[in-house]
Each structure stands twice: as C-alpha cells, then as structure tokens.
C-alpha cells in the first residue's frame, strides 16, 4: 500500500539515479517469505503474522 510519501521518495530517488522498487514476498520452496523478518506464511497470506507487514 503505496503512500503519497513514498511516492514522492522513490520519485526523488529515481530522479537521482537511483532504482527503487516496490517490496513484495520473497519465495521460499512452496512458501512466501516476508522480507522484513523473513517469517514463513502459505502461499494465500495477505501479511505477515510474525511483524505484521504487508506489501
């Protein structure tokens, strides 16, 4: 869930030369990994149940 601050962040870095990118699950086997805390959820998690993030 993008915000009008963070727009506007990756927009000043991209400005700058620098590659920004929204953060999502990483895949580990048949499950996703949170990229914050690395916890392990099913493949139907919507967030994080270990620190609560979400893309």
């Not at 009008?4 to 990756?10: C, E, K, P, S, V």
């Not at 700058?16 to 805390?37: A, F, I, L, V």
């Not at 967030?47 to 609560?52: D, I």
Request: charged share 25%; hydrophobic share 25%; proline share 5%.
């Amino acid at each position: 869930m993008a915000t009008a601050d963070t727009d506007l962040f990756d927009e000043f870095l991209s400005q700058r030369g620098h590659t920004t990118e929204r953060p999502s699950w990483e895949q580990d086997y048949n499950k996703k990994q949170c990229p914050e805390c690395g916890g392990l959820h099913d493949m139907s998690a919507t967030e994080c149940t270990v620190c609560g993030w979400a893309p």
